[in-house]
Protein backbone atom coordinates (compact mmCIF):
# COMPACT_ATOMS: atom_id res chain seq x y z
CA UNK A 1 0.00 0.00 0.00
CA UNK A 2 0.89 3.24 -1.10
CA UNK A 3 -0.37 6.73 -0.47
CA UNK A 4 -1.24 9.72 -3.12
CA UNK A 5 -1.00 12.85 -1.33
CA UNK A 6 -2.46 16.31 -3.63
CA UNK A 7 -3.53 20.03 -2.59
CA UNK A 8 -6.14 21.96 -4.40
CA UNK A 9 -5.11 24.82 -4.74
CA UNK A 10 -8.79 27.07 -4.57
CA UNK A 11 -7.39 30.80 -3.69
CA UNK A 12 -4.32 32.53 -4.41
CA UNK A 13 -4.93 36.38 -3.29
CA UNK A 14 -7.12 38.79 -1.46
CA UNK A 15 -7.24 40.47 -4.25
CA UNK A 16 -9.07 37.89 -6.36
CA UNK A 17 -11.71 38.52 -3.96
CA UNK A 18 -12.87 41.84 -3.75
CA UNK A 19 -15.86 41.31 -6.55
CA UNK A 20 -17.54 38.25 -4.45
CA UNK A 21 -18.56 36.73 -1.33
CA UNK A 22 -15.67 34.72 -0.42
CA UNK A 23 -14.36 36.81 2.89
CA UNK A 24 -18.10 37.57 4.19
CA UNK A 25 -19.17 33.86 3.88
CA UNK A 26 -16.11 33.11 5.90
CA UNK A 27 -16.48 35.43 8.23
CA UNK A 28 -20.46 34.86 8.68
CA UNK A 29 -19.36 31.23 9.25
CA UNK A 30 -16.46 31.68 11.75
CA UNK A 31 -18.67 34.28 13.78
CA UNK A 32 -20.98 30.87 14.09
CA UNK A 33 -18.00 28.76 14.92
CA UNK A 34 -16.73 31.34 17.70
CA UNK A 35 -20.23 31.87 18.94
CA UNK A 36 -20.20 27.99 19.40
CA UNK A 37 -16.97 27.44 20.93
CA UNK A 38 -15.65 25.57 17.91
CA UNK A 39 -13.05 28.15 17.22
CA UNK A 40 -10.86 30.55 19.73
CA UNK A 41 -11.31 34.22 19.31
CA UNK A 42 -7.45 34.88 18.33
CA UNK A 43 -8.41 31.94 15.24
CA UNK A 44 -11.85 34.39 14.47
CA UNK A 45 -9.77 37.57 14.85
CA UNK A 46 -7.05 36.25 12.08
CA UNK A 47 -9.54 35.09 10.02
CA UNK A 48 -11.37 38.97 9.83
CA UNK A 49 -7.87 40.07 9.39
CA UNK A 50 -6.86 38.07 6.87
CA UNK A 51 -8.66 40.17 4.03
CA UNK A 52 -5.08 42.28 4.38
CA UNK A 53 -2.64 39.16 3.78
CA UNK A 54 -0.70 39.41 1.14
CA UNK A 55 -1.55 36.00 -0.10
CA UNK A 56 -3.99 33.40 0.79
CA UNK A 57 -1.84 30.32 -0.48
CA UNK A 58 0.41 28.56 1.72
CA UNK A 59 2.61 27.05 -1.36
CA UNK A 60 5.94 28.04 -0.36
CA UNK A 61 5.40 26.61 3.73
CA UNK A 62 3.43 23.32 2.26
CA UNK A 63 5.71 22.54 -0.48
CA UNK A 64 8.72 23.10 2.38
CA UNK A 65 7.01 20.98 4.70
CA UNK A 66 6.08 17.86 1.82
CA UNK A 67 9.67 18.19 0.86
CA UNK A 68 10.75 17.53 4.19
CA UNK A 69 8.80 14.66 5.16
CA UNK A 70 9.45 12.67 1.58
CA UNK A 71 5.88 13.64 0.45
CA UNK A 72 5.24 13.71 -3.56
CA UNK A 73 2.42 15.97 -3.99
CA UNK A 74 0.27 17.06 -7.23
CA UNK A 75 -0.88 20.41 -7.09
CA UNK A 76 -4.27 21.23 -9.02
CA UNK A 77 -4.72 24.78 -10.34
CA UNK A 78 -8.05 26.26 -12.01
CA UNK A 79 -7.98 27.82 -15.76
CA UNK A 80 -11.72 29.24 -15.00
CA UNK A 81 -13.99 30.67 -12.41
CA UNK A 82 -16.38 28.72 -10.46
CA UNK A 83 -17.43 28.76 -6.92
CA UNK A 84 -15.23 30.81 -5.38
CA UNK A 85 -12.43 29.89 -6.99
CA UNK A 86 -11.66 33.54 -8.79
CA UNK A 87 -7.83 33.73 -9.83
CA UNK A 88 -7.03 33.90 -13.20
CA UNK A 89 -4.90 32.08 -15.12
CA UNK A 90 -1.62 34.25 -15.30
CA UNK A 91 -1.72 34.55 -11.52
CA UNK A 92 -1.42 30.84 -11.86
CA UNK A 93 1.15 30.33 -13.52
CA UNK A 94 4.09 31.60 -11.13
CA UNK A 95 2.77 28.86 -8.61
CA UNK A 96 2.50 26.47 -11.08
CA UNK A 97 6.34 26.87 -12.32
CA UNK A 98 7.17 27.31 -8.72
CA UNK A 99 5.25 23.72 -7.61
CA UNK A 100 7.41 22.64 -10.49
CA UNK A 101 10.65 23.63 -9.56
CA UNK A 102 10.05 22.22 -6.29
CA UNK A 103 9.24 19.09 -7.79
CA UNK A 104 6.35 18.63 -7.76
CA UNK A 105 3.77 17.68 -10.37
CA UNK A 106 0.62 19.91 -11.36
CA UNK A 107 -2.75 19.67 -12.71
CA UNK A 108 -6.27 21.26 -13.60
CA UNK A 109 -8.71 22.03 -10.69
CA UNK A 110 -11.48 21.71 -13.08
CA UNK A 111 -14.81 23.90 -12.99
CA UNK A 112 -16.93 22.30 -15.95
CA UNK A 113 -17.83 18.76 -15.55
CA UNK A 114 -20.88 18.76 -17.74
CA UNK A 115 -19.78 20.01 -21.54
CA UNK A 116 -17.06 18.40 -23.56
CA UNK A 117 -16.22 21.68 -24.98
CA UNK A 118 -15.63 23.55 -21.53
CA UNK A 119 -13.84 20.36 -20.20
CA UNK A 120 -11.37 20.51 -23.52
CA UNK A 121 -10.85 23.92 -23.17
CA UNK A 122 -9.61 23.77 -19.20
CA UNK A 123 -7.17 21.34 -20.51
CA UNK A 124 -6.43 22.60 -23.67
CA UNK A 125 -5.58 26.31 -21.49
CA UNK A 126 -3.35 24.61 -19.09
CA UNK A 127 -1.30 22.51 -21.77
CA UNK A 128 -0.65 26.25 -23.74
CA UNK A 129 -0.21 28.06 -20.21
CA UNK A 130 2.44 25.56 -19.07
CA UNK A 131 3.52 23.45 -21.71
CA UNK A 132 2.39 20.06 -20.02
CA UNK A 133 1.25 17.27 -22.52
CA UNK A 134 0.70 14.71 -19.94
CA UNK A 135 -1.21 16.05 -16.83
CA UNK A 136 -4.19 15.01 -14.48
CA UNK A 137 -7.68 17.03 -13.34
CA UNK A 138 -9.84 16.75 -10.06
CA UNK A 139 -12.77 18.90 -10.50
CA UNK A 140 -13.30 21.94 -7.97
CA UNK A 141 -15.93 20.75 -5.28
CA UNK A 142 -15.29 17.64 -6.71
CA UNK A 143 -18.32 17.45 -9.16
CA UNK A 144 -19.06 14.75 -11.98
CA UNK A 145 -21.73 13.19 -13.17
CA UNK A 146 -21.97 10.09 -14.86
CA UNK A 147 -20.59 10.94 -18.38
CA UNK A 148 -18.01 13.79 -16.53
CA UNK A 149 -14.67 11.00 -16.92
CA UNK A 150 -15.61 9.29 -20.20
CA UNK A 151 -15.35 13.26 -21.38
CA UNK A 152 -12.10 14.26 -19.23
CA UNK A 153 -10.64 10.98 -21.12
CA UNK A 154 -11.40 12.33 -24.59
CA UNK A 155 -10.28 16.05 -23.38
CA UNK A 156 -6.75 14.08 -23.55
CA UNK A 157 -6.23 14.15 -19.44
CA UNK A 158 -3.83 11.05 -18.19
CA UNK A 159 -5.94 10.55 -15.03
CA UNK A 160 -8.61 12.00 -13.15
CA UNK A 161 -9.23 11.79 -9.02
CA UNK A 162 -12.53 13.48 -8.87
CA UNK A 163 -14.86 10.39 -7.74
CA UNK A 164 -15.27 10.82 -4.12
CA UNK A 165 -18.13 9.16 -1.87
CA UNK A 166 -19.31 11.96 0.34
CA UNK A 167 -21.09 9.62 3.37
CA UNK A 168 -17.80 7.71 4.05
CA UNK A 169 -14.21 7.56 3.34
CA UNK A 170 -13.66 4.44 1.41
CA UNK A 171 -11.07 3.23 -0.38
CA UNK A 172 -11.96 2.08 -4.19
CA UNK A 173 -9.16 0.92 -6.59
CA UNK A 174 -7.88 2.89 -9.71
CA UNK A 175 -9.57 2.01 -13.02
CA UNK A 176 -9.57 2.85 -16.76
CA UNK A 177 -12.30 5.49 -18.09
CA UNK A 178 -10.56 4.71 -21.76
CA UNK A 179 -7.01 5.66 -21.97
CA UNK A 180 -7.15 7.61 -18.81
CA UNK A 181 -6.82 5.90 -14.86
CA UNK A 182 -9.00 7.24 -12.70
CA UNK A 183 -8.18 7.67 -8.62
CA UNK A 184 -10.96 7.23 -6.48
CA UNK A 185 -9.95 10.01 -4.00
CA UNK A 186 -10.22 8.80 -0.22
CA UNK A 187 -9.71 11.33 2.12
CA UNK A 188 -10.24 14.97 1.57
CA UNK A 189 -9.74 17.57 5.09
CA UNK A 190 -13.61 19.28 5.01
CA UNK A 191 -15.03 16.07 4.64
CA UNK A 192 -13.26 13.73 7.62
CA UNK A 193 -12.03 16.98 9.76
CA UNK A 194 -14.59 18.83 11.79
CA UNK A 195 -13.28 21.01 14.70
CA UNK A 196 -12.98 17.56 16.06
CA UNK A 197 -9.41 16.49 15.47
CA UNK A 198 -9.55 13.15 17.08
CA UNK A 199 -12.41 12.22 15.15
CA UNK A 200 -10.52 12.89 12.73
CA UNK A 201 -7.88 11.06 13.24
CA UNK A 202 -9.90 7.85 13.92
CA UNK A 203 -11.30 8.15 10.75
CA UNK A 204 -8.21 8.15 9.09
CA UNK A 205 -6.62 5.31 10.97
CA UNK A 206 -10.07 3.37 10.11
CA UNK A 207 -9.62 3.99 6.73
CA UNK A 208 -5.56 2.90 6.02
CA UNK A 209 -6.89 -0.50 8.04
CA UNK A 210 -9.78 -1.58 6.25
CA UNK A 211 -7.67 -0.31 2.99
CA UNK A 212 -4.76 -2.95 4.59
CA UNK A 213 -7.59 -5.58 5.09
CA UNK A 214 -8.42 -5.13 1.37
CA UNK A 215 -5.13 -5.37 0.10
CA UNK A 216 -5.47 -1.90 -1.70
CA UNK A 217 -2.63 -0.74 -3.85
CA UNK A 218 -3.39 3.55 -3.03
CA UNK A 219 -4.64 5.93 -0.33
CA UNK A 220 -5.67 9.03 -1.75
CA UNK A 221 -5.30 12.51 -0.24
CA UNK A 222 -6.40 15.75 -0.47
CA UNK A 223 -5.46 19.04 1.74
CA UNK A 224 -6.43 22.08 0.66
CA UNK A 225 -2.96 24.20 0.49
CA UNK A 226 -4.80 27.48 1.97
CA UNK A 227 -5.63 25.37 5.30
CA UNK A 228 -1.88 25.27 6.41
CA UNK A 229 -2.35 28.49 8.06
CA UNK A 230 -1.34 28.32 11.77
CA UNK A 231 -2.97 31.32 12.28
CA UNK A 232 -6.47 31.29 10.64
CA UNK A 233 -6.52 27.07 10.27
CA UNK A 234 -4.67 25.67 13.28
CA UNK A 235 -6.82 22.50 13.86
CA UNK A 236 -6.72 22.02 9.67
CA UNK A 237 -2.60 22.53 9.85
CA UNK A 238 -2.36 20.31 12.32
CA UNK A 239 -4.21 17.57 11.06
CA UNK A 240 -2.41 17.66 7.71
CA UNK A 241 1.12 17.16 10.20
CA UNK A 242 -0.28 14.58 12.09
CA UNK A 243 -1.51 12.37 8.86
CA UNK A 244 1.86 12.74 6.72
CA UNK A 245 3.58 11.45 10.48
CA UNK A 246 0.73 8.84 11.07
CA UNK A 247 1.85 7.33 7.42
CA UNK A 248 5.59 7.22 8.01
CA UNK A 249 4.98 5.81 11.30
CA UNK A 250 3.25 2.98 9.06
CA UNK A 251 6.51 2.73 7.14
CA UNK A 252 4.52 3.34 3.29
CA UNK A 253 5.54 4.69 0.82
CA UNK A 254 4.34 7.90 -0.83
CA UNK A 255 4.43 8.13 -4.53
CA UNK A 256 3.06 10.41 -6.86
CA UNK A 257 -0.40 9.94 -9.11
CA UNK A 258 2.33 10.12 -12.75
CA UNK A 259 4.47 7.66 -10.64
CA UNK A 260 1.11 5.31 -9.38
CA UNK A 261 0.61 5.18 -13.24
CA UNK A 262 3.68 3.60 -13.95
CA UNK A 263 3.10 1.00 -11.78
CA UNK A 264 0.04 0.08 -13.07
CA UNK A 265 0.50 0.65 -16.34
CA UNK A 266 3.59 -2.22 -15.88
CA UNK A 267 1.90 -4.37 -13.41
CA UNK A 268 3.78 -3.85 -10.43
Known amino acids: MKV??????????????????????????SFLELVRGQIRFSVFWHRLI??????????????????EYGVRSTFFFGMEHALG??????KALPWIRFVKEQ?????????????QEGICKEHDDFAQLTGSD??????????YDEDTFRK????????????F??????????????????????????????????KAQQTVMDLFRDTAQANGQYVTILFHDCFYNEKCFPVEKAFYEWIIKYVQ???????SYQDAIKELEHGR
Open 4 to 29: IVSHDVDHLYPSDHWRDLYYPKMWVR
Open 50 to 67: SVFDQRINRLPEICAFDK
Open 85 to 90: MSYNQD
Open 103 to 115: GYDAGVHGCDYLT
Open 134 to 143: AFGIRNHYVR
Open 152 to 163: MAQAGYVFDTSE
Open 165 to 198: NKEKPTYKAPYRVGRMWEFPLAIMDGYVLWHDLQ
Open 249 to 255: SLHLEFI
